[in-house]
């Protein structure tokens, strides 16, 4: 027993297994119990070589590295109920302090108390080291081999990353392996491809992309507060009823929406041909208008692509750093002017994305107060519905905004071909589901964190000059679409020949594929989990 124990230091296995039992308790129903192998395999890894060499510097390396693992996955649970990922490290890495300082604020809770007994654990594996007594070398060989046969049998398979590392180790090799793409990312430069437009006029295409909008939270999409006044009270306007995002965050929802790359082929980012590409090919001028800062880190492989633009522009340019941005409330209305400029610059066809703040959190920060509609509450939870609500007020105001400026930019140029589409990059759950705030979710992807709006305006010209699509158009508002094949609608939008353009993929033509499995990224039918 004692060789055993020197093997397996008390304390240190004390450290892990706490990390271990606390993930079980917070939700068993996703936890990974091979885990606990995993961490009999590799404890011995790292102390039997210390023991070997009687070096109590190789055991305090060995603890240390442990407990900086067992500390992200422990946190990552302890807010998010779920182990640590890669996709959580792509978040980290888009996330300024600001950001960051509001998910705490959503997220704090008493669990982090839970935090004291593994620092406290970590400071007397520290202290307790093992003696320097001989090993044990028929115990040290058994464990060995068991070890090795462990290790060969993932190695054959093709799967030691996936099965046999602990899940910090885990999800930094995946994100080593993806960030590769990313900084390519960085490198890229609109591409010239064939494709042409088959519209001999002036051609608009307008994509409006919202942030964290959760349709359920909308009106216009029946939900009982009147969140939608304006949009309601168009009749200019086809809605879509079934549409949801690949992705809970940004970067794979807007990556993919912009690309080639889909939930099935899995494109590298920086190899697939863009939206920017196809309509700059065609003979567009594209544009890119931001609220989104571009300074820092924060959402920075969304800003390598849209910096491919023939123009950019960045509304959020006078702070002096992203967290300065978030803490100033820059509100999308500051978009307004700059697109209308733009429209009445020349009489080029345009590619234009709009990219909003919308309704992200925090959300008290997304609004002015004269659109604090919403103000009566009883506690903490009433509070940030209410404030997510009165962000729904304020987008409803800017979405309107835009249909308006583009309807009035249309009647002076009656031969313009005008589209244009709102989406939501992914949704946003404010206790709609799991008693849960924000996009991040363990386990199965709640259905709040995928279910966005998709609205589409088209000027007169465009209807009359192909009514038969556009009566095509209001009877199948309710097919049900993924977002990441919104590269393929929006070229058919706009009759736009390209190679690449695959008709079962858009949801506005005929030959659209409507019996596409939606399997998002949690690897679940979505529509399956709905009939649940």
Known sequence: MKAFLRLYPPFLLFMVLYVQLAAIVLNYEIYDYRDLLVFACWIPVFTIPGLYFKNQSWYVITVCLFFTGGLLNLIHWLILKGPISASSLFILLNTNIGEAGDFLTLKSSFLLLLLLPYLLLFYFA??????????????????????????????IHNRFVRKTLPPASKALVSFSREIKTFKNLKLREVKKIDAKRNYSGEQI???IIGESCNRNHMSLYGYGRSTNPRLESRNDILIYRDVVSPYSNTIGSVLTMLTESNLENRMNYDQAVSLIDVFYSAGFETIWLSNQSPIGIWDNAVFDLARTSDRTAFTNNYSNSSFESITLSPYDEKLLQPLSEILTADSHSKFIVVHLMGNHAAYSKRYPVE???????????????????NSMVYNDFIIDSIFKILAEYSHK????????????????????????????????????????????????????????????????????????????????????????????????????????????????????????
């Open 126 to 155: 520290i202290r307790k080291k093992p003696d320097s007594e001989p090993v044990n070398k028929y115990l040290v060989l058994i464990i060995s081999i068991l070890i090795g046969i462990f290790f060969t049998e993932a190695i």
């Open 205 to 207: 295409c307008v994509l």
């Open 413 to 532: 140029h009656k031969n313009s071909h005008m589209s244009a589409v709102y989406i939501g990059d992914h949704g946003e759950n404010v206790f709609d589901e799991n008693e849960n705030v924000g996009h991040d979710y363990a386990g199965s992807l709640p259905r709040a964190n995928v279910e966005i709006p998709m609205i589409v305006w088209l000027s007169d010209s465009f209807i009359k000059s192909d009514s038969t699509r556009f009566k095509s158009l209001q009877s199948d508002n309710t097919r049900p679409f993924v977002s990441d094949d919104l590269f393929h609608a929006l070229i058919d939008l706009n009759n736009i020949e390209f190679s690449g353009f695959i008709p079962e993929r858009s949801v506005f033509n005929s030959k659209f594929n409507f019996k596409r499995k939606r399997i998002l990224e949690d690897g679940k039918d979505y529509d399956e989990k709905r009939k649940e």
């Open 371 to 389: 659109y604090k509609k919403f103000r009566t509450h009883s506690g903490s939870m009433e509070k940030l519905i209410n404030e997510y609500d």
